[in-house]
T-cell receptor, first 110, second 114 residues
Framework: RKEVEQDPGPFNVPEGATVAFNCTYSNSASQSFFWYRQDCRKEPKLLMSVYSSGNEDGRFTAQLNRASQYISLLIRDSKLSDSATYLCVGASGSARQLTFGSGTQLTVLP | EAQVTQNPRYLITVTGKKLTVTCSQNMNHEYMSWYRQDPGLGLRQIYYSMNVEVTDKGDVPEGYKVSRKEKRNFPLILESPSPNQTSLYFC?????????????FGPGTRLTVT
């Protein structure tokens, strides 16, 4: 079983829609979680960190449930520019190990 | 401009011919790492380095070597490449003295081994 699992999609949604991605992790030692965004054939870039209390950055809301080992990302009012692959990432240890999910592909349609 | 650079960006080579992919960062980061990305498998860590002369294996180190003689450079060496090393490779770096785990990635190197 992979340490970080995501629904690969693809998710095809119209502009303006709200879309939610989920992610589960199996390593209870994971200390921190993140969502990275990766555009086609480009490098991953940090989208946002995920906190147990939930956090929001504009149209993006991330949530962590440690009891269920579950992470979510909600995107409101989707834009064409949100089309990308979203990577769920867990981090653990002093060695700063990042464990990546295989990504969820989102396409926002006009 | 703060960045991680990789060279070459694209490489087609033949089985057994040694190659090196260079990685350099100008952000004075202590931590550097190499990943490979394959369809359906996500990014998997090959090797990482916490500082100069300190390197350690990641999840998929077989067939790869690294060195960290200078803080800014972290080359990835394939002594005898094989077709199963055909992949998209990313170098990344980050600070270690903070609570931030954010890693900055290079643009990627697409390697094909025939």
């Amino acid at each position: 079983r992979k340490e970080v699992e995501q629904d690969p999609g693809p998710f095809n949604v119209p502009e303006g829609a709200t879309v939610a991605f989920n992610c589960t992790y199996s390593n209870s030692a994971s200390q921190s979680f993140f969502w990275y965004r990766q555009d086609c054939r480009k490098e991953p870039k940090l989208l946002m960190s995920v906190y147990s209390s939930g956090n929001e950055d504009g149209r993006f809301t991330a949530q962590l449930n440690r009891a269920s080992q579950y992470i979510s990302l909600l995107i409101r009012d989707s834009k064409l520019s949100d089309s990308a692959t979203y990577l769920c990432v867990g981090a653990s240890g002093s060695a700063r190990q990042l464990t990546f999910g295989s990504g969820t592909q989102l396409t926002v349609l006009p | 401009e703060a960045q991680v650079t990789q060279n070459p960006r694209y490489l087609i080579t033949v089985t057994g011919k040694k190659l090196t992919v260079t990685c350099s960062q100008n952000m004075n980061h202590e931590y550097m790492s190499w990943y490979r990305q394959d369809p359906g498998l996500g990014l998997r860590q090959i090797y990482y380095s916490m500082n100069v002369e300190v390197t350690d294996k990641g999840d998929v180190p077989e067939g790869y070597k690294v060195s960290r003689k200078e803080k800014r450079n972290f080359p990835l060496i394939l002594e005898s490449p094989s077709p199963n090393q055909t992949s998209l490779y990313f170098c990344a770096s980050s600070l270690t003295g903070t609570s931030s785990y954010e890693q900055y990635f290079g643009p990627g190197t697409r390697l094909t081994v025939t």
